[in-house]
Every structure is written in structure tokens, then in C-alpha cells.
């Protein structure tokens, strides 16, 4: 007698791999600098604290090395905020300069989600790569394949 399954066979759904999928999809090309500000006793200052450090993950920080990431603490009871200063080429074409998100009711993943609806999209496209790839298969295609 064999015992029957349970559970989810599948991919895991939890908290974790969400938040995962969202940090796979962060770029902080169009982003010049992030500040972070948050007073430790307030109730909500965790999710901006687990923000701040998935944000600062070397993965994440090589999208854009010349980005400075800000954490401010004060000590005055002020709801936790995060602030991004775009960068210039990014905020002349949007007509903004920075974006702001009061965090004091958002948890990780909706401050990473937040950041993927309106930050993300701004970054420039990665087209460049694939037309140099494409012109150096185009070139062998040319030569016979030979290289």
C-alpha cells in the first residue's frame, strides 16, 4: 500500500519565489540614486530594511555600478520612504526627476513590483547586443559559415 501524494508537484508559489522573480527583472540602468529612509522602531521599517538588501546584491548593483544606494536612519516616527533619482537622459524623456514610494504599508514584494511598473520600463533596451550578434552571424552566413 503506497501512500498518496499531496501538495504541490509543481513550481513552489510562495512569498520567496515571487519576490525572486521580481528581483530577476530589476535594472538599475535608468536610476542614478536610490535613497532609503526609515526609522528602525517604526513597524514597518522590516520590509524597507529586506528592500535595501535585495536591492544591494551584486547581481543587481552590475546593471548600473555608477548607482549610489542611500540608507538614511532617522529617529522621528516618519513613515519609511524610498527615493529614486533618475537619471538625466531617463528624466528627459519622462518628464521626471524622482520617483518617490511611501513604504509605510508595503510589504518586499510590492515595493520590488512597484519599482518593476515604473522604474524598470525606463531603462534603455539591450538591442545593441542582439544587432552585433546578428551582424557577426550574417558575416559567417556570408563567408560560408567559416570563420
Known amino acids: 500500500m503506497s501512500i498518496a501524494r499531496s501538495g504541490l508537484i509543481g ?3 510562495s512569498a520567496a519565489a515571487a519576490v525572486g522573480k521580481q528581483l530577476r527583472l530589476i535594472k538599475l540602468q535608468p536610476v542614478k540614486r536610490v535613497v532609503v529612509t526609515f526609522d528602525p522602531f517604526h513597524e514597518a521599517a522590516v ?4 528592500f535595501v538588501f535585495n536591492i544591494t546584491a551584486p547581481k543587481i ?3 548600473n555600478p555608477s548607482c549610489l544606494i542611500k540608507t538614511e536612519i532617522v529617529c522621528d516616527r516618519r513613515e519609511p520612504s524610498i527615493s529614486c533619482l533618475l537619471n538625466p537622459e531617463v528624466a528627459g524623456s519622462s518628464g521626471l526627476n524622482t520617483i518617490n514610494f511611501k ?3 508595503l510589504s518586499c514584494l510590492e515595493l520590488l513590483q512597484l519599482y518593476n511598473k515604473y522604474i524598470t520600463p525606463l531603462a534603455p533596451k539591450e538591442e545593441a547586443a542582439i544587432d552585433a550578434v546578428d551582424k557577426k552571424s550574417n558575416k559567417l552566413k556570408k563567408q560560408g559559415g567559416k570563420k
Open 47 to 50: 520590509n524597507c530594511r529586506d
Open 11 to 13: 513550481k513552489s508559489t
Open 103 to 105: 513604504a509605510g504599508n
Open 61 to 63: 548593483l552590475g546593471t
